[in-house]
């Protein structure tokens, strides 16, 4: 059996046998590493390796601030705001999950925690409102992935520290289709509404919008220092995400006054094992994504799917239906870094941008947050708002289709969705 045979078969195998997928890929990794002679040792290495990156640093400080967000209050704040915005319009209700989700990813990263949080409000009242379930499931879910797209993107920062590419670009590169994908799920609330005769909700009064602004000024301020820092140079995506952390530390003890210093150790503690359980997966991701070009099948596959299409656009296409299918089973970030080394081939042979390639990857995986087996957001979604799967599933995919339809226009119009990070970042781009 060769090597890469053992590495499949034997992740595969523990899959079946119901081992998490950390402890599969690391287990499989280990026997393909004493099956090549390599020292034992190099498991070790590795895993180390991959996690000692200060990119990285990035992610526990947006965990910190969307905890920091959900116990201060500060998702209530921006509900009411988004109410006060949208509520009015038909399918109301639909359109505040959207638009809290939307926000709610300009600060945290994080697609699980979006679902969680919103979705505990959102699908009961709109269950209660008229909407039916699977729908009320199904945009949950969906409006959440924009927690991977819409910077800040814990994703992102992991594609970037694993390939070398630069993080304020994806996070710019994300603006665009995050809007887009946000609109687009709006708009067929708006045709679910319409079909189901949902009553609009009351227009909130002028003084109460004027309020509830406001109240959620400070918290919207967050992404603007995010981005505004990173574009100006002032301050690096790392960096960023202390700041953005330490902003929403002094929101919510000192200005919102709603979390406690005494309550600062369990949140502190919480972050550090929601930290701890996804930097291990990405750990153990690392050995498989270093056998695979270790063992030179990146080039092979690479090289394969060149000779399907040797165009950017059919090779980008090719790749969007493989993270499409590989996102089903496994998590996006898990995903990038053991199909890196492939992607990254593809992206040199083909002469496709980084950031454009990252992009694209990174959006057709997202979709895998909400369809089974893996679908994590489709799982919790379906938990709150207690409808099978199926169900749910079919509920899911016609907002999937509007996803995939973005995810075409960024394979085609590249000029149009790298304008804002070749602007900005033209040193990201050396080919033009």
């Known amino acids: 059996m060769t090597p890469i045979v053992t590495l499949i078969a034997g992740f595969l195998f523990l899959i079946l046998l119901r081992v998490p997928i950390a402890f599969a890929i690391a287990l499989a990794s280990l026997v393909t590493v004493v099956q090549l002679g390599l020292p034992a040792t190099s498991v070790v290495n ?24 959900n116990d201060s209050g500060i998702t209530d704040r921006l509900m009411t705001f988004a109410q006060s915005m949208v509520g009015h319009i038909k399918g109301g209700l639909g359109h505040i999950n959207v638009l809290v989700s939307m926000m709610f990813a300009s600060m945290s990263g994080s697609a699980a925690a979006d679902t969680a949080s919103v979705g505990a409000i959102m699908i009961p009242a709109m269950k209660k409102a008229g909407y039916p ?39 710019l590169a994300g603006v665009l289709p995050g809007l887009l994908i946000g609109f687009g799920q709006m708009a067929y609330t708006y045709y679910v509404a319409r079909r189901y005769g949902v009553a609009n909700t009351p227009y909130m009064p002028w003084t109460a919008r004027k309020e509830s602004a406001r109240r959620a000024a400070p918290a919207l301020l967050i992404p603007l220092i995010i981005l505004g820092g990173i574009i100006s140079g002032f301050f690096t995506a790392t960096e960023a995400s202390a700041i953005a952390a330490l902003v929403g530390l002094v929101l919510a003890v000192i ?53 399907i299409s040797d165009t950017q ?56 947050l909400t369809t089974p087996p893996y679908g994590i957001c489709l799982l919790i979604a379906a938990q709150i708002g207690e409808v099978d799967m199926p169900r749910a599933f079919l509920a899911v995919l016609p907002i999937i289709a509007i996803t995939v339809g973005i995810i075409l226009m960024v394979i085609l119009l590249p000029g149009v969705f790298l304008y804002l990070p070749a602007t900005f970042f033209p040193e990201a781009f050396p080919a033009s």
């Open 133 to 171: 379930a699977p729908f009320a499931v199904a945009l949950t879910a969906t409006s959440s992935t924009l927690g991977v797209i819409i910077p800040p993107s814990i994703l992102f920062v992991i594609y970037g520290a694993f390939g070398n590419v630069s993080i304020a670009g994806l996070f």
């Open 255 to 307: 200005v919102y006054r709603t979390v406690r210093p005494a309550a600062l150790f369990d949140i502190l503690a919480s972050t550090v094992v929601a930290y701890a359980l996804p930097m291990f997966a990405v750990a153990a991701a690392g050995i498989m994504g270093w056998l695979i070009a270790y063992l030179g099948v990146a080039r092979e596959v690479a090289t394969f799917i060149i000779s």
């Open 46 to 69: 590795q895993m180390v390796s991959n996690i000692n990156s200060f990119a990285l640093l990035a992610v526990p400080f947006f965990l910190l601030l969307g905890r920091l967000m």
């Open 313 to 368: 656009t059919g090779v980008m296409l090719l790749l969007m239906a493989f993270c499409l299918i590989v996102g089903t089973v496994l998590s996006p970030m898990t995903a990038v870094i053991i199909f890196l080394p492939i992607i990254k081939e593809l992206g040199v042979l083909a002469q496709i941008p980084d950031i454009h390639l990252a992009l694209v990857v990174c959006l057709s995986l997202a979709i895998g």
